[in-house]
């Protein structure tokens, strides 16, 4: 079963089934960046950095793999729906995306060390809109002018990570990841006038990266509790692959070829290193609340390069501030189920790795959800939901209200057991 889900996920993002969502803010270098971690870690405000949960996957924290049953192999499928509600001025908008999150799998190696192999989006572009040209020496020759902007197509991470725990408190791990996809911008500047030809300028990216993650965690016995503290480094990407800016016309049924523009190079692109630490502390198998704070540098990223800049958009620190908590009355309770579900909450607030004329975009959001028990170990459904907003209707920016849900299927079994016969 889990098997067949691995190869469905997979062929999903190869085949671009997975469509990462639409946001006008994702015209700027490789698109609007998604959000990390499974269902479970979404509904806790995407904190994970310091969490060493033995009933779920970790995917934030490669250390994090080693706090597992070490007879059990676990999977976690996460799906997403996202509804968000735009405006900027006078001008509205709505979308609705459903889609693939995230698959990862996890086995045991030897005793206290444990491997993960997992696939998840990156960044996605998705963005359709018009501005009409204004300028009274254009349109007073040509009659009615607009600019079209379009794009499409995601990044994706498939990656394989392994960890060991020292001294049943200090953990360690290492994570490799594979960065792929596909990107496509078109520009289009249409006349009504049907004697004069629609101009168009298009973009086409194929983009691979390599890069790798370090992760600690360290857990500290407190009478009973834990307290936790952890650390992550991923190191900076560099791109490659091919990449051609195509210009034509088209008039009626006639497109002529005015050239092919090799002015993009993915030489000085990459997807800068990024930090993430963090604190957690846990009161038995009750309760857990837990801090993290992510940042990366964008400056230096190549995001000014023919065919990932666009005009106003600068390349920018991005940095996130995560608070989540979860709580489970009695785990074990064997006569009310709901005092067996695990009940989370969340908040976080980041801003994003570019600047538009010089403001920053922030994202707040309030997150809420639980684990439904299926079955006996630790099966379950993650269900969560996430209410937030995105940039402001002040200076010119786009304000994008939101709220997503999320579901998750964590798939738990003992798979590793040694039977003894008499």
Not at 230 to 238: C, H
Not at 268 to 277: A, C, N, R
Request: proline share 3%.
């Amino acid at each position: 079963m889990a098997l067949f889900i691995a190869l469905f996920c997979v062929d999903a993002y190869a085949d671009g089934g997975a469509n990462t969502g639409y946001s006008p803010y994702s015209k700027f270098g490789i698109g609007r960046l998604s959000r990390r971690g499974t269902a479970h870690s979404q509904s806790m405000g995407g904190v994970g950095v310091a969490n060493r949960n033995t009933k779920y996957i970790n995917t934030l924290n490669p250390a994090a793999v080693t706090a597992r049953d070490t007879l059990a192999f676990m999977a976690d499928v996460s799906l997403t729906q996202e509804n968000a509600y735009y405006r900027q001025g006078d001008l509205k908008s709505v979308d609705n995306t459903f889609n693939i999150n995230s698959f990862v799998m996890s086995f045991p190696i030897w005793k206290s060390s444990a491997f993960m192999v997992g696939i998840n989006p990156v960044s996605g572009l998705g963005y359709n809109f018009t501005s009409p040209v204004k300028d009274p020496d254009v349109i007073g020759h040509t009659g009615k002018v607009n600019d079209i902007y379009q794009g499409n197509g995601s990044l994706y991470e498939m990656y394989v990570g392994a960890g060991v725990t020292f001294w049943k408190r200090l953990s360690v791990g290492a994570q490799m990841n594979y960065v792929f996809g596909q990107l496509q911008k078109l520009s289009e500047r249409e006349f009504s006038s049907s004697s004069i030809s629609s101009v168009y300028d298009e973009s086409n990216m194929s983009i691979r990266g390599i890069n790798g993650k370090f992760g600690v965690q360290y857990e500290q016995p407190i009478k009973g509790d834990r307290l936790t503290v952890g650390a992550t480094y991923k190191i900076k990407s560099k791109l490659w692959g091919s990449a051609e800016k195509l210009r034509y016309s088209i008039q009626g049924s006639y497109i002529d070829t005015l050239g092919l523009v090799n002015d993009i190079s993915l030489d000085k692109v990459s997807i800068p290193s990024e930090v993430s630490v963090g604190v957690s502390y846990k009161h038995t198998d009750t309760w857990m609340v837990e801090f993290d704070y992510t940042r990366s540098d964008w400056k230096k990223s190549g995001m000014d390069q023919p065919g990932f800049s666009s005009e106003g958009f600068t390349g920018a620190v991005s940095q996130s501030f995560n608070l989540g908590f979860e709580y489970t009355p009695n785990r074990n309770d064997i006569r009310y189920y709901m005092r067996r579900v695990t009940y989370r909450g969340g908040f976080y607030y980041s801003t994003d790795y570019y600047t538009y004329k010089g403001y920053s975009v922030p994202t707040m959001a309030l997150s809420l959800g639980l684990t439904l028990p299926v079955f006996r170990w630790s099966n379950g459904i993650s269900l969560g939901m996430e209410l937030g907003q995105k940039g402001s209707a002040r200076n010119g920016l786009v304000r994008e209200r939101f709220i997503n849900f999320s579901i998750g299927f964590n798939i738990y079994d003992i798979w590793f057991m040694k039977h003894k016969y008499d």
